[in-house]
């Protein structure tokens, strides 16, 4: 007879791990199934946790060949020791999956080695062993969606997950989509010395933020030295031993032109994986995007399957994964819980930050909800001219009635740290004057956020 478990999970990334341990904890028993050699999937291993490391690698190289010297830090040639700094990226990449790994051992979940299929309802088969569970999870995550006529090699063509292993700096790094891996690798190798030219087919970068943040981000990106190609699109590409020459043309169509590159990134978003699951053969449900298709409880259109994280609708962010995997866990368990998909904050951690939550001008424009809009620049807050980073803005938007807090969108130094407040405020119901009320610590950057709260009534205090 096969294994019984209450629960088995495929995947192990943010979404499936952190399912699998809250199971654990409320007395579940649990195997979860992984394909790949290490746990934690996209996001520890090939996404967040290295494309992050790479981003303060960079900004520490960048920070001490350009900027310490206006701090009267002088620190003589810098010199780049890029092999050292992959290195350390590996390390804190190694260190985080064996955490996983520990966690896993701590809560007695079984980590099933392998690619699992769904044989029937219940029945999972990893490795040509069959396991049962009463429930099982999809959460098996996205992958890079390719582009025609532009063929990934992971050398001179590459993915992000190529991008994150580049072994030297490239001449002109070529990036296809100015969305958040575009930027954010775009912004490494722009640092680490590449020239960087982002093609995008829109007319603005990163579609579907706050329209002013967008058009303040590529002003400050253009000044770091980052190129865009807007409205344009790539349709096709030959690569040699020494580049690759990549075939423009104008979005709306005209006349191709070529462009020379050392290296192309590919990235221009992901699709859901779910290859080798089985779902046809057992009838589960996918949208016209290839998303598992679910109800607002996570469950597929088979009773007993249920699926969470990169694989479904909604933002593919390893913390709105996570929420997901608590939420199932706790479900399955008995409990009620409730993810509130309107203050799910997103982060792109260039230099600046950009983050955001909540509803965009755009959007509650679109929907006529009446609104009020508070704004303050980091120009006019003290710890940001102490630390000479005055690049960006906070702008909190209320509801006209209620001053509830609809959205916030912040473009600034450590904007993803201060969104924070603005998610906990949202999850309470806060108004706009309850964060301006509320006591912020001087000098800091949050100071920013208090008076964009005050901005909303028209009585900012320091501008
Ligand atoms: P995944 O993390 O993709 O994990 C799915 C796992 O399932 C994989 O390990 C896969 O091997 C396994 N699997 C698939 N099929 C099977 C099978 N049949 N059998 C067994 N195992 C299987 N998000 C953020 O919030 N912040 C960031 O800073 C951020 N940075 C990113 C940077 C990059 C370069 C990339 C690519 C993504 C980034 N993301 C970031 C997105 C984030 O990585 C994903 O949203 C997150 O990993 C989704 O989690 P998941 O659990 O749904 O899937
Ligand atoms: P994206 O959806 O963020 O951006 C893709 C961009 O490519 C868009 O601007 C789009 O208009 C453009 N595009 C699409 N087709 C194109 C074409 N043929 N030619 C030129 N441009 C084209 O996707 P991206 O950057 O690949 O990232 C995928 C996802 O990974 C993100 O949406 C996000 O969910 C996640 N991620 C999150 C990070 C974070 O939270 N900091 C970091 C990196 C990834």
Known sequence: MSEQFDVIVIGAGPGGYVCAIRAAQLGMKVACVEKRATLGGTCLNVGCIPSKAMLHSSENFEAARDHLAEHGVNVGQVT????KMHARKNEVVGANVKGVEFLFKKNKVTWLKGAATI???????????DYAARHVVIATGSESIPLRGVEVDEKRIVTSTGALELPEVPKHLVVIGGGVIGLELGSVWRRLGAEVTVVEFLDAILPGMDGE????????????????????????????????????EPAAGGTAETLRADVVLVAIGRRPYVEGLGLEALGVERDERGRVKTDAHF?????????????????????KAEDE???????????????NYDA????????????????????????GVAYKVGKFPFTANGRAR?????????????DAKTDKVLGAHIIGPDAGTLIAEIVLAMEFGASAEDVARTCHAHPTLNEVVKEAALAVDGRALHI
């Not at 044989?119 to 062993?129: D, F, L, N």
């Not at 799910?344 to 929907?367: C, D, F, Q, R, S």
């Open 213 to 248: 943040v967008r058009k303040q981000f590529e002003r400050v990106l253009a000044k770091q030295g980052i190129k865009f190609r807007l409205k344009t699109k790539v349709t096709g590409a030959t690569a040699d031993e020494a580049g690759v020459d990549l075939t423009l």
């Open 344 to 367: 799910i904050p997103g982060v792109v951690y260039t230099w600046p930050e950009v983050a955001n939550v909540g509803a965009t001008e755009e959007e509650l424009k679109a929907k």
């Open 80 to 83: 780049l020791d890029l092999a």
């Open 119 to 129: 044989t029937a309802p219940g029945q999972v088969r990893v490795e040509g062993k």
């Open 386 to 398: 102490a630390m000479g980073d005055l690049d960006g803005f906070a702008k909190i938007l209320s």
């Open 299 to 319: 469950a597929t259109s088979v009773p007993g399957i249920w699926a969470i994280g990169d694989a479904i609708a909604g933002p593919m962010l390893a913390h």
């Open 325 to 339: 995997g608590v939420a199932l866990a706790e479900q399955l368990a008995g409990q009620k819980p409730h993810i």
